[in-house]
């Protein structure tokens, strides 16, 4: 029987290592978890891999974000992960739910979608999964062979519900989770779409005119004027001009290299912070992704505490699914300050990114033994927010935009006219 030898932390977030005998990887996730431990990592030991053939391999991980994939069972993940989408994993987390409660097996319910999903890949994922409980395995275990499609978050969510026997509750709260997420991805985009398609508008027109209307005049003034000086708002749009039409390659060649610079800076970890740090910095809509991030960390950690997840794991899968660097640091310095024995609220209100109302409240539901609920009231309050600041922004940026359009075409028409008026003047 080959050793592996394992990383974990217990419930009060503590590292732990050692060495087990197991004749997988599933054993040693099972063994750990009867001994209250979560598996970080979990490898064949130099001895094994001697005796084995076999690679080494990576048992689920529940703190660090990674999950089992032996060579053989990766595949699908890579190939299903990639085309199930939120909006069908929300549905089929609510439908399995819904039979769970009604009194049906979890065999019999995962077998039961199976047949009537129409989505190729999710069918395949789902047969993945039964046929992962026919083996003898847990329905966590199961998942973890599909970590593109089930993520950090669902899977700590599944264990917990597992361990407690309480899997149809916590399934019915991650539907809620991902509808209400849904939700408010679905209000944030629709209150973009708007300026954006307006400024794409904006520069087809901007562009049509420099390369099909600009040159015209610019043919006409060198006839009349000859040789007379250009207003200066005149001569930058003839030379915005040229730049379009006759030089289109070094304009398209310094506008890739800038979108690559951008894409570079977005991967690096600084560059993520200081676009982040800006996002929720910007005029108008930096509050609106504020609010965002906020009404998805609460609705998050509560969800995840309600379900029976331990705090300092709770905090740190927030971290990971908040979708800010900002905000993610901050409840890194969190982590560790609960870790040391600190309250949450506390740390919380110390990193100055937190409203005082969300501090407070968490602060009464520690206090009051009801921090999920608290949490959950943060994320309606803020999600109402979400909503209001939706409505605001659709009645404020429609004249926004059309003024922004005016200026733009107006300055254009107002630089071709004024030396019209010259020549008129020359004329006469």
């Not at 299903?80 to 939120?86: L, N, T």
């Not at 609460?298 to 331990?310: F, K, M, W």
């Amino acid at each position: 029987m080959p050793q592996f030898t394992y990383t974990a932390v217990d419930a009060r977030g503590a590292d732990k290592s050692g060495a087990l005998d197991a004749s997988d990887v599933k054993q040693v996730s099972v063994l750990l978890r009867g001994r209250g431990l979560f598996a970080t990592s979990v490898t064949v030991s130099i001895e094994a891999c001697a005796t084995f053939s076999n690679p080494p391999v990576r048992a689920p991980i529940t703190i660090a974000g990674k999950s089992v994939s032996s060579p053989a069972k990766a595949f699908p993940s890579r190939l299903f992960g990639r085309r199930v989408r939120p909006r069908e994993l929300a549905i089929l987390t609510r439908q399995l739910s819904t039979l769970l409660r009604a009194g049906m097996p979890l065999l019999r319910g995962l077998e039961v979608l199976g047949r009537q999903e129409r989505n190729g890949p999710l069918r395949a994922v789902l047969a993945s999964l039964a046929d992962g409980i026919k083996s003898g395995g847990t329905l966590s275990d199961a998942m973890a062979q599909h970590p593109r499609v089930f993520d950090r978050l669902y899977l700590n969510m599944i264990k917990a519900g597992e361990a407690g026997g309480v899997l149809d509750i916590v399934l019915e709260r991650l539907a809620r989770f991902q509808e209400k997420s849904l939700q408010l991805k679905g209000k944030i985009k629709a209150a973009m779409i708007y300026p954006l398609i307006v400024m794409a508008v904006a520069v087809v027109i901007l562009v049509g005119l420099l390369v099909f209307v600009v040159p015209k005049f610019k043919q006409i003034f060198a006839d009349l004027l000859k040789g007379a000086p250009l207003p200066s708002l005149t001569q930058a749009v003839l030379t915005m001009s040229d730049a379009v039409k006759n030089h289109y390659v070094i304009t398209l060649v310094g506008g890739a290299v800038l979108w690559i610079g951008i894409e570079f800076m977005a991967r690096s970890p600084r560059g993520v912070l200081l676009i982040d740090r800006a996002t929720i910095r910007l005029p108008v809509f930096g509050h609106l992704f504020l609010q965002g991030i906020i009404a998805r960390f609460g609705r998050t950690l509560g969800t995840l505490l309600a379900s029976g997840v331990p705090i300092l794991p709770a905090l740190l899968i927030t971290r990971d699914t908040c979708g800010n660097a900002l905000v993610a640091a901050a409840i890194t310095e969190v982590h560790e300050r609960v870790k040391e024995g600190s309250s949450v609220a506390q740390p919380f209100e110390a990193t100055g990114i937190f409203p005082p109302m969300v501090t407070s409240m968490m602060d009464v539901g520690e206090q009051t033994g009801q921090l999920p609920e608290m949490l959950g009231k943060v994320a309606d309050i803020y999600e109402d927010e979400v909503d209001n600041a939706v409505a605001g922004l659709s009645s404020l940026i429609e004249p926004v935009m059309i003024l922004f359009l005016a200026l733009m075409v107006g300055t254009i028409v107002i630089a071709l006219f004024l030396p019209i008026v010259r020549i008129v003047e020359l004329l006469t």
